[in-house]
């Protein structure tokens, strides 16, 4: 059974922070180092208020705007985010009542990073094979900035906030869908890429808030992110290469049969990388991260849409996806168009 990635929608928050705000309210950040490593000049940042969940149901209902017919065909929820709205229940269940959708739908929530669109179609097509469902509405949404702290530069400058939905579906033809997936894990380097504080191992206190100084000048508390940049640089040149031609290997293509290269929007330094290693011809590697900035598991399916629009995916296109971060953990999937 061929399963098909069927329509994505996006929805970013409306505050856009450019770099022209970050140098001004930060005088001492070398701006133009961020625009040439990290290539984001805008990123969106969601308000004081304004959850994944919001950020997912604003998605959701520009997928579902006048088609209701389409959501009630919705038979399962997968929403991957790591800005939960509660600790419990998961952000799935609330939005599978805010779309007031059946009671025979499966909704379930999993906590991963920028892996989550590729995990995700790995998840969906695996339900949908099993014969059971039929129509997966995939939901991956962050709020990262609420995790960073606002003098931390290698962070503020690169993640901005973003949700994408995605269905998922039973196609009805072997020309089209989601060829093959290879999803990977490296929990040894899970300290690469982490929150410390703020679940059981942790729990918040007077002490996690308490911040401290790098000897790059970031400042961070416990309850902020924690990114090691050039050991997730690293990681991902040493780790995605190989499964990229691995699953190409295993499905008898090569770079050459590949129309297009989405891979998670993590910095220019990153893709810019993958390139070079992998020996692609850069108008073949799709970037929007200029744009958004890394909006996590969101870069993936965003990038997907933006380039459908640009008319650089067309019907038939190969294309080659991979997601790689927090974990650490990373996934490619091949899809045809």
């Known amino acids: 059974m061929k399963v098909i990635i069927k329509k994505i929608e996006y929805y970013l928050p409306e505050n856009a922070v450019t770099n022209d705000f970050l140098q001004t309210e930060n005088p001492e950040w070398d701006m133009h180092n961020v625009k040439e490593r990290a290539g984001v000049f805008k990123r969106f940042i969601s308000s004081e208020n304004e959850t994944a969940l919001d950020l997912g149901l604003k998605a959701c209902e520009k997928l579902f705007v006048n088609n209701d017919e389409e959501k009630n065909k919705i038979d399962g929820i997968i929403f991957c985010t790591q800005s ?59 709020t990262y900035s609420k995790f ?23 196609g009805d033809d072997d020309l089209h869908g989601i060829i093959d997936v290879l999803c990977s894990t490296e929990g040894k380097q899970h300290d690469k890429f982490m929150i410390p504080a703020g679940g059981c191992r942790i729990p918040l206190s007077n002490k996690t808030k308490e911040t401290e100084t790098d000897s790059s000048g970031n400042v961070r508390s416990q309850e902020n992110i924690h990114m090691d ?39 220019k330094m990153a893709l810019d990388s993958l390139t070079k290693i992998l020996k692609i011809k850069s108008d073949k590697v799709y970037e929007n991260i200029g744009n958004v900035g890394n909006t996590v598991s969101a870069s993936i399916p965003i990038a997907i849409k933006d380039a459908q629009q640009q008319g650089k995916i067309k019907k038939g296109n190969k294309v080659l996806l991979s997601g790689f971060g927090v974990g650490l953990s990373w996934a490619s999937a091949i899809v045809q168009f």
Not at 241 to 256: A, C, G, S, W, Y
């Open 84 to 142: 939960e709205d509660y600790i419990m229940p998961p952000n799935s269940c609330i939005l599978h009542g805010k779309l007031k959708l059946p009671e025979n739908v499966l909704a379930f929530d999993f906590n991963l990073a920028c892996s989550g669109y590729t995990y995700g179609l790995a998840i969906a097509r695996g339900l949908i094979t099993a014969g059971t469902w039929k129509n997966i509405l995939l939901v991956n949404s962050d």
């Open 148 to 170: 960073i702290n606002k003098k931390d530069r290698s962070a503020r400058v690169l993640f901005g906030d973003g949700a994408a939905a995605t269905i998922i579906s039973a």
């Open 229 to 267: 940049g050039m050991g997730i640089l690293v990681f991902i040149n040493s780790k995605v290469p190989k499964q990229i031609r691995e699953i190409l290997k295993r499905n008898n293509l090569t770079v050459d049969d590949i129309s297009l290269f989405v891979f998670h929007q993590a910095s």
